[in-house]
Nanobody, 115 residues
């Protein structure tokens, strides 16, 4: 069983930065595809960024140039560095892992961008 625990969300002003973290339980962390998703009120969940050993990292068009996904295998952690945040980035952000054909989700962390 895989557990994903996100942290790092909060309230930030437009133009500010946050770094989200997702710690994953289990071994062989680096070989599994991982991603960050987000869901704003009244909207569908959308992919923000993805990272995998077999493909280049990729990003939603709305966050390209502002967000960076990375992972630290020694810490079993995937990060999402978010810069130049905008009010439309307000959402609950979820960590995702695909492992052995199964989908695993964290419980989410709230990001609110407001002045």
């Amino acid at each position: 069983q895989v557990q994903l625990v996100e942290s790092g969300g909060g309230l930030v002003q437009p133009g500010g930065s946050l770094r989200l973290s997702c710690v994953a339980s289990g071994s062989s962390f680096n070989i599994y595809p991982m991603a960050w998703y987000r869901q704003a009120p009244g909207k569908e969940r959308e992919t923000v960024a993805r990272i995998a050993s077999t493909i280049p990292t990729n990003y939603a068009d709305s966050v390209k140039g502002r967000f960076t996904i990375s992972r630290d295998g020694a810490k079993n952690t995937v990060y999402l560095q978010m810069n130049n945040l905008k009010p439309e980035d307000t959402a609950v952000y979820y960590c995702y892992m695909k492992r052995s054909g199964l989908d695993y989700w964290g419980r989410g962390t709230q990001v609110t961008v407001s002045s």
